[in-house]
């Protein structure tokens, strides 16, 4: 108990800090593999980890020795488990003001008109049941996506958005990538999620969607070509049967300012068709 109280009074304000900076890095780091097939590794990892020790203080050698073997091969299985949330971690790093200007900024005019063409095609396509797939860039760069399309470097309006994804047309397959005010491309490819949880009714459209949205910031629009139903998704998740002002709230507070509050509170919900 002595030696207990010792350590807590030395405690100084540096160790705080640190200890700070520490639980801090691990609770951001919880919240980026949450709800992800990363997460049951890491559990897993854990319980290992806890396997070794006992091993050891019951002097069970052969099994201890086993376990480590294992917990040094698992750091490498770990790094390539863990690749697209690292990924992700240090993406939300470099979009910080420190190191890049916003590729999203612009007048609150401009953001607007943009959402409301892009809204207008949606509700367009979806009465018609014309399948569609919207990727809005947000600070991410996907210009690696833009290659793999059609350039087209037009202006965002509804009536060109609408005329891409008539079918038939050379370009109506694929994906529509919209920087700022410009569609950029076309007939873009997208990588798709691997997901298991998904339902199996999501088509190749919905799961491109997803997929773009785990790999980065992006926005993705989808609307089905079964049932006409608009769906968005945004850091991995996906909300369903979208009507048009409620697609507009959402992008509206997906490109609002970082000074900005909140212009609409949406609870991202996955529903089965």
């Not at 860039?137 to 309006?157: H, L, N, P």
């Not at 369903?240 to 709230?249: E, I, P, Q």
């Amino acid at each position: 108990m002595k030696e207990v109280m010792e350590i807590f009074l030395n405690i100084g304000v540096r160790d705080v800090i640190d200890m700070a900076i520490v639980a801090f890095v691990f609770y951001k780091l919880f919240m980026l593999i949450r709800h992800t097939s990363a997460e049951q590794v890491l559990k897993g990892l854990v319980v290992l980890l806890i396997a070794t020790k006992l091993s050891q203080w019951a002097r069970l050698y052969v099994t201890n020795w086993i376990l480590k073997n294992t917990m040094t091969v698992g750091v490498i299985a770990l790094l390539i488990v863990f690749q697209p949330e690292l990924r992700r971690a240090l993406e939300h790093i470099g979009r910080t003001k420190l190191f890049t200007k916003s590729i999203m900024e612009m007048t609150h005019e401009d953001l607007s008109d943009n959402i409301d063409e892009i809204v207008e095609a949606a509700i367009y396509l979806s009465r018609l049941k014309i399948g569609a797939l919207m990727i809005l860039e947000r600070e991410t760069g996907i210009g690696d996506i833009i290659e793999t399309g059609t350039a087209i470097e037009g202006k965002v309006s509804s009536g060109l958005l609408i005329n891409i994804f008539i079918p038939n047309t050379p370009l109506h397959d694929g994906a529509v990538v919209i920087r700022k005010d410009k569609i950029m491309a076309a007939g873009c490819v997208l990588p798709l999620t691997e997901n298991p949880n998904l339902s199996k009714e999501l088509g190749t459209r919905h799961r491109a969607g997803i997929g773009i949205s785990e790999r980065c910031d992006a926005v993705a629009i989808m609307v089905s070509e079964e049932t006409g139903a608009i769906s968005i998704a945004m850091d991995g998740k996906l909300s369903r049967y979208l009507d048009g002002k409620t697609l507009r709230a959402v992008l509206k507070n997906a490109y609002k300012h970082e000074n900005d509050k909140p212009l609409f509170r949406w609870n991202w919900r996955q529903k089965d068709e």
